[in-house]
């Protein structure tokens, strides 16, 4: 008979070669090209390859993982069947046939095709057998801190093979001015580029779902989003050299949003010098200062206000410089053109502290936003914030 692919036939090897899975191997998709000629009236299924066991007339092919000792093993937990003929069904020509498998990355295989013929002549033709695998980033999902660089050694590679690259992961938080990013290889010379996006499922490659794509020839890469989309994004860094290097990802948005809850005293700290991005500090100075890039969001519900008559809010200066503290309800304090917009914003007495209590119309259930501004233009400052809640009356203050 001939082959589905090309003009000649070959017998197939009686000796097993055994398959690994890649490593990265999300799904992989087995093909092959299958044909049967049956002398017998029909198919039977006799329970195992053993010619003694009558009727047993069968083709079978198998997957079996891990590698059996016994090639002969005919099902069980490590046998997964491809394709069985069944009664009634007759011989065909060629077919193509087709299963996915899923969950065998790094797993070794054995692709077995048999048959017993007890009942007469039984013929089975194979050809043209492929597996291709999707094959995914092994080093994923590294979670980025704000403005924390974060060091990783990438082999050479490329985003064909998958083999020279990592993922990171930054969360932007909702109303954000700008995220900034920065990927610095250890060696000036290295060839590294990065890809950002905001969707990238495991069996992806990031080439495909890219957003941004820095390819610098050089060992440094920086990117700026303003008004960038709120959400989690991936950061695909490709080392294109010819060695592994070492690779350090900073990311950072603008503003960093972190909890605070009533009672709790939290540090934080103005650093208009040191500490940031170079290319960011630019947008956190204002008319008289600079502003922390972090602010401190407190969530206020009704139950919690029911039994409260005020919120005192305490701003410590731990450096003895002059502070300022902004408020805003329900989103987050916003800078433009040196200009903070904000609700509320009262200063420290004599560069050390700042205290008050918000009640009647101020207290109102929602989002509070804080964030501190110096007025130094020294090196860091820092400040300490408390908020709690008081059942006590407090002096109310009125906006105009």
């Known amino acids: 008979m001939q082959p589905s692919n090309s003009c000649f036939s070959a017998p197939l090897s009686e000796s097993p070669e055994d398959i690994k899975f890649p490593d ?28 003694a066991d009558k009727p047993n007339q069968q083709v079978r092919v198998d997957l079996i993982s891990p590698v059996p000792t016994d090639p002969f093993i005919y099902a069980g937990p490590t046998v997964t069947n491809i394709f069985t003929t069944a009664p009634k069904s007759g011989g065909f020509r060629y077919k193509t046939f087709s299963r996915e498998i899923t969950g065998v990355a ?13 009942n007469g002549p039984l013929n089975a033709y194979v050809d043209n057998v492929k597996l291709s695998c999707v ?7 590294h979670a980025l801190k704000f403005n924390e660089g974060l060091k990783k050694t990438i082999k050479a590679g490329s985003f064909v093979d998958l083999d020279g690259v990592r993922v990171f992961a930054y969360q932007v938080p909702e109303r954000a001015a700008l995220f900034a990013l920065r990927v610095r290889a250890t060696s000036p010379q290295a060839n590294v580029d990065a890809l950002i996006g905001q969707a990238l499922r495991p069996e992806e490659n990031p080439r495909e779902r890219a957003l941004f794509a820095l390819t610098n020839s050089l060992g440094e890469e920086f990117l700026i989003l303003f008004q960038p989309q709120p959400g989690p994004y991936w950061i695909a ?23 605070l809850l009533s009672g709790q005293s939290i540090q934080g700290q103005v650093n208009p010098d040191v500490g940031l991005l170079p290319q960011v500090r630019q947008y956190l100075r ?10 401190h969001r407190i969530i206020l519900t009704e139950e919690q206000l029911k039994t409260s008559r005020g919120l005192r809010v305490t701003l410590r ?3 003895g410089n002059e502070l300022k503290l902004h ?7 916003e800078l433009s053109g040196g200009r903070v917009h904000s609700d509320l914003t009262l200063g420290t007495r004599d560069g050390k502290e700042l205290e008050f209590v918000l009640a009647g119309n101020l207290l109102k259930p929602g989002s509070l ?8 233009t020294g090196p860091l400052q820092s400040y300490e914030l408390r908020a709690e809640l008081l059942k006590l009356e407090g002096v109310e203050l009125v906006l105009k």
């Open 135 to 141: 094959l995914g980033i092994q080093e994923r999902n």
């Open 237 to 259: 860094v490709e080392n294109l050299s010819n060695a592994d290097q070492e690779v350090e990802v900073i990311a950072l948005a603008i503003f960093d949003i972190q909890a």
């Open 317 to 319: 200066s731990l450096s």
């Open 286 to 295: 204002t008319q008289g200062g600079f502003l922390s890039p972090t602010q």
């Open 106 to 118: 790094n797993k070794a295989f054995r692709l077995r095709f048999a048959e017993v013929d007890t």
């Open 24 to 51: 990265n191997a999300i799904k992989c998709d087995l093909r092959f090209d299958l044909a049967v000629f049956n002398s017998a009236d029909d198919f039977v299924d006799g329970g195992s390859f053993d010619f």
């Open 327 to 333: 408020l805003r309800y329900e989103r987050a304090v």
């Open 369 to 376: 936003f804080f964030v501190v501004e110096s007025l130094a």
